[in-house]
């Protein structure tokens, strides 16, 4: 009856057109109403208390740091760098895109952010080389969700708070996945254009390739940073955000000179905004955490599992498939929030590391973001390269496959996660 309730009344608030941190408010006094323990302090307090979190300090640091990024030209640079060292071999500007991708990922944690970038300068480019619009479209969105499991990560932060797991263990624990996702595009990419005859781009000389190294260093060093400060504990996940956002504005500001006082105006405010709804919807969601645990909602879904806690591959796959699904309906941050509190009980119960499962989870909230029917990083790519989204859709099918098979690797080989996350951490 909980499940009923909880489901019910949340899905319909959206299905009517509420925003998602509103709907979350509907569900939780559905539930109040429930337990007949309606009382709007209890609502307010509860609300006000879910933002209260000093981890959460980190979203909008990195947020104002992937702004900063973006305008004051690091991604660019990093591109340029992809694109001299491996532009001239064949479809290689798709691997250009790749290993952009991957970087990009070390700099900003947000899969939109990286679309985009890697959309507006890529896209062009490959659509003259007379690559394949439709799979071009799809390459770069399959590259831009591994943003949200290279650290540094806001899908990590949001999943650490709303799970009561460290944020540390599960930036660390995401380098591997998250280098595994863009091993498996460029073996996807390799065989997909291995009989291209698109003419490929001249060998630029070492001079050129050590030069836009040395320009594109200061861009480089960020990731190096924050891995190396979390890995020796100098700083913590929230700190580290700090660290990043002072960076890309030193370098950005003094260094390439690319982003002048005035501008920095409309990357405050533009952080500020995307901060403003994440926030919202994390205290909503905290609100439904702790009526869910009021209402024992966990132990129903245990005793609803029952059938798998034998097994936790099963299990784990069981539970993945319930993400991706939710995933397709709903954006990564909600399907994060909402499921989270739900789940992590179910988990410890079935005796599953907390940080493996955190990976997992976020990797099937990336995936969902290029499944349709939302699909938010296909609308976004298929938005700035002007092209169809049904057609993105069928041009990101390899490259969905490929992202997938690394997901079962993982549930098959959990070692994959948890050794590596041990070193590192």
């Known amino acids: ?42 609502l307010a307090q509860n609300l006000i208390n879910g933002a209260d979190s000093y981890p959460l300090l980190a979203v909008p640091f990195f947020l104002l740091a992937g702004e900063l990024m973006n305008v004051g030209g ?8 992809a694109m001299d060292l491996i532009g001239h071999v064949r479809g290689g500007l798709g691997y250009v895109a790749i290993l952009a991708a991957v970087i990009l990922a070390s700099l900003s944690g ?10 507006a300068v890529l896209l062009p480019m490959m659509k003259n080389a007379g690559y394949n619009e439709n799979r071009s479209c799809g390459l770069i969105a399959a590259g831009g969700i591994i943003a949200p499991i290279i650290p540094p990560s806001i899908g990590f932060i949001i999943f650490g708070v ?9 930036f660390m624990a995401g380098i591997v996945p998250g280098i595994l996702m863009g091993v498996s595009l460029l073996i996807c990419w390799w065989y997909l254009c291995r009989k291209e005859t698109i003419a490929v781009q001249p060998r630029k000389p070492a001079s050129a390739v050590f030069k836009s190294l040395a320009v594109g260093a ?27 956002a002072v960076y890309s504005l030193f370098v950005s500001v003094f260094i390439y000179h690319t982003v002048r006082w005035a501008e920095l105006k409309y990357c405050f405010i ?39 806690m034998h097994s936790q591959m099963l299990l ?6 319930m993400v991706l699904l939710v995933g397709m309906a709903l954006d990564a941050v909600p399907t994060i929030l909402i499921l989270t509190p739900v789940l992590m009980p179910v988990v410890k119960a079935g005796g599953v590391d907390p940080v493996y499962f955190g990976v997992l989870f976020i990797m099937c909230t990336s995936i969902s973001l290029i499944l349709p029917p939302i699909g938010t990083v296909l609308v976004v790519v298929a938005g700035v390269g002007k092209a169809k989204v049904d057609g993105v859709i069928l041009g990101s099918i390899p490259f969905i496959g490929a992202l997938l098979c690394v997901l079962v690797m993982l549930i098959i080989f959990p070692s994959l996660v948890t050794v590596p996350a041990a070193w590192f951490s």
């Open 110 to 119: 947000s899969a939109i952010a990286d679309s985009a970038a890697l959309a």
């Open 162 to 170: 709303a799970g009561g797991v460290s944020i540390t263990k599960l």
């Open 270 to 308: 533009s952080a500020a905004k995307t901060t403003s709804i994440v926030m919202f919807l994390v205290a909503a969601a905290m609100v439904v955490s702790w009526l869910v645990t009021i209402a024992e909602l966990p132990d129903a879904l245990i005793a609803l599992l029952d059938p798998f």
């Open 74 to 81: 690091l991604s660019k640079r990093i591109i340029n760098i």
């Open 218 to 244: 200061w861009a480089l060093m960020l990731p190096v940073i924050i891995i190396g400060g979390l890995r020796f504990g100098i700083f913590t996940p929230t700190e580290a955000g700090v660290v990043a």
């Open 316 to 321: 784990i796959v069981v539970i993945l498939l």
């Open 1 to 42: 009856m909980v499940i009923l309730v909880f489901l019910s009344s949340m899905l319909g608030a959206i299905a009517f057109g509420m925003p998602i941190a509103f709907a979350l408010m509907m569900a939780s006094v559905a539930l109040m109403l429930l337990l007949d323990m309606f009382d709007a302090q209890i």
